[in-house]
């Protein structure tokens, strides 16, 4: 198998050799050059599978090199590192078409994880080029990752179980990203190449799910009018996702256990099994072991799909990781809304970390599309953002500022917990901006 052969362009020599040293004995192929006309040299006359390119470099930066590239119309991922951490950096680049950015100093856990998942992207390219549906679907944005230490812990655990045959339960709230994890499980595992079917059994009715899970024959019931196969056939030798599994009625998951156990199914209206291979991971955002002690989930089913358990935890528990996420949406909302959004301002971006993102990573994406339709500069600002976020909510904390006697501390208590922001602490303390900034000043505060 020959060698996956790796660009890097970083004028940092000692880092650029670390950099080097490391892939190399990583298995992959690896040039290093200091400068983005060296760059352009070396790409004329060699074909490479990734570019890692640094932010600043001696004769231009690095998306000056992302352009080049993409005018060149080579099909090869660019991932831009910075040193300087900036969502503007960030949002430029991914507008210009890098796969993703890292920011140094580069732990080599991230490092592995974002260029495996960038060389597998020029596979997808390819996959989506022939109609291959099954590996476009790997093109799919990865965003569940995230810079914090619960979610470095959380790709630890993927990599560790990916390449078993272990069947997975990935528990977490509604819009952490559970069926991303599962395609990175996927992605990781021996079976990448084969089906990732994905399953909402949320969906399904007790009468129609053992016919998507497992097929049916042609008159099988009424409205068979041809046979038909289920998730499990259709995915055979790949992996299959159930999702929200704790809604399948008592009878499919007596079903789904002699699949975990003998790896049969009988389709619908079948006098004979059928061998599966294929791998299971299910998900859930609800308590399995409260509908076991309800009677509404089978305990030897738990314990069969729980062989490993993986927790997506919510935004609200890595709010570190809100810029990061920012950066991707609004290079998203970007390019479906044709704007031209830089990123978000200080004021806005406290807002949005200070928020509890009760519908997670899904709630961030729909409020920052919004924000960029909304924008009507380069940068978000509070006023872009819905009012639930840009004035949090009075219930909160109204009842606690009112028990305090000092009116000084009031303000200074309403004024943390909104970030600073005058015109929401303001609407805590029922009284208007004005009066508010006339207190301040009374009381020695600054209003800036």
Request: hydrophobic share 40%; with cysteine; charged share 30%.
């Amino acid at each position: 198998m020959n060698k996956r052969k790796i660009l890097i362009v970083e004028d940092d020599i000692s880092f650029g050799k670390m950099l080097q040293v490391w892939f190399v004995k990583n298995g992959y192929g690896v040039f290093l050059c200091t400068c983005i006309a060296r760059a352009k040299k070396e790409l004329s006359e060699n074909e490479y599978d990734l570019i890692l390119t640094d932010l600043r470099l001696p004769d231009g930066d690095g998306i000056r090199l992302l352009s080049w590239v993409r005018e060149m119309k080579k099909a090869v991922p660019v991932m831009i590192m910075t040193g300087y951490g900036e969502i503007q950096s960030a949002v430029s680049a991914m507008k210009s078409g890098a796969f993703d950015y890292m920011e140094k100093p580069v732990t080599p856990s991230v490092l592995k994880e974002k260029v495996e998942q960038a060389l597998k992207s020029s596979t997808v390219r390819q996959a989506a080029n022939t109609g291959n549906e099954n590996q476009a679907h790997k093109a799919l944005p990865d965003i569940v990752y995230g810079k914090s230490k619960v979610m470095r812990e959380m790709f630890e655990y993927i990599r560790l179980v990916a390449p078993t045959k272990m069947s997975v339960l990935i528990t977490g709230e509604s819009g952490t990203g559970k069926e991303y994890a599962a395609r990175m499980i996927h992605e990781h595992s021996r079976r990448e190449e084969a089906p990732f079917i994905a399953l909402d059994c949320g969906s399904l009715s007790k009468e129609l799910a053992p016919s998507e899970l497992f097929g049916h024959l042609k008159g099988s019931f009424t409205s068979a009018i041809a046979d038909k196969k289920g998730v499990f056939e259709a995915a055979q030798g790949g992996t299959v996702f159930l999702d929200e599994v704790g809604n399948l009625s008592y009878d499919v998951q007596i079903q789904l256990l002699r699949v975990l156990q003998e790896f049969k199914i009988r389709p619908v209206g079948s006098a004979s099994d059928m061998d599966v291979d294929v791998r299971i991971i299910v998900a859930t955002n609800e308590d399995l072991k409260k509908a076991i002690s309800e009677g509404r989930f089978r305990e030897d089913l738990y314990h069969r799909l729980n062989e490993f358990n993986i927790v997506v935890p919510p935004l609200r528990e890595r709010p570190e990781d809100i810029p990061h996420f920012v950066a991707h949406f609004i290079g998203q909302a970007n390019k479906e809304l044709e704007k031209d959004v830089k990123g978000c301002t200080e004021e806005a971006l406290l807002l949005l970390k200070k928020y509890k993102w009760s519908g997670n990573l899904r709630e961030l994406k729909n409020v920052i599309k919004r924000a960029v339709l909304f924008s009507a500069k380069d940068e978000i600002t509070a006023d872009c953002l819905p009012d639930l976020i840009s004035s949090p909510p009075e219930k909160d904390c109204a009842l606690s500022l009112f028990a305090i006697d000092d009116e000084k501390e009031r303000i200074v208590k309403a004024l943390e917990y909104t970030n600073g922001n005058k015109a929401a602490a303001a609407r805590l303390l029922k009284i208007d901006r004005k009066t508010l900034y006339n207190k301040m000043h009374q009381y020695g505060m600054e209003p800036d």
